[in-house]
């Protein structure tokens, strides 16, 4: 089975929408998306707040209509700094070990845009990981414990500074590499090349 590896962060709305173009395209085709974390704002940066003009000028004007031709809902979470994502992008890996990493970064996605939940809150993210399949008093454990989080901080580097990860969505199918969410032709076109 071929893979596709999506470099995603949990506060980026192209992240779920793209998932949509790759889960269409990937329909009855023998790939697997591996998911992979990417903070675009590790701490100590400073995150987006939905009340500045920069967030809901780019969803007027990019987002919502990308959502509304792929059928995705989607709204602007009113959390307010966005949320961090480094304890969700360490319970990735927990899952990406347990066989369950899409299904968990669907769930975070989906929670964080579609239904307005605070995705860098410990709580929500247990009950999320629960909801997605993993056992949640192990999740829990490995956010209080950090077990994953000097992975997550190799994962980053090795993102930022080797593979030159600069932006969410990326994904990488074969040898193409896309930037954003993929034209469903130009990706079917990459698939068909593996």
Not at 31 to 36: E, H, P, S, V
Not at 186 to 194: D, E, H, V
Request: aromatic share 8%; charged share 20%; with cysteine.
């Amino acid at each position: 089975m071929h893979t596709i590896t999506v470099y995603s962060d949990f506060v980026c709305p192209y992240c779920l929408l793209a998932e949509k173009v790759l889960s269409d395209t990937l329909a009855g085709k023998e790939f697997r998306i591996d998911w992979q974390a990417f903070e675009l704002r590790p701490d100590p940066v400073p995150t987006l707040r939905p009340e500045d003009p920069y967030l809901p000028a780019v969803w007027q004007q990019s987002v919502y209509p990308l959502a509304e031709r792929l059928g995705v809902p989607i709204r602007l979470p009113a959390i307010s700094p966005q949320p961090r994502t480094r304890r969700a992008s360490e319970l990735l890996l927990l899952a990406r070990d347990r066989g369950r990493a899409h299904s968990y970064a669907m769930h975070v996605l989906r929670a964080f845009f579609q239904d307005g939940q605070d995705i860098g809150n410990t709580d929500v993210l247990v009950r999320l990981a629960g909801q997605s399949g993993l056992d949640a008093k192990e999740a829990r454990q490995a956010l209080e414990s950090g077990q994953y989080r000097a992975a997550h901080r190799a994962a980053q580097h090795h993102a930022r500074n080797v593979l030159g990860i600069t932006s969410v969505p990326t994904i990488i199918a074969g040898n193409q590499t896309f930037r954003g969410v993929p034209a469903p032709d130009a990706l079917a076109n990459a698939l068909a090349s593996i």
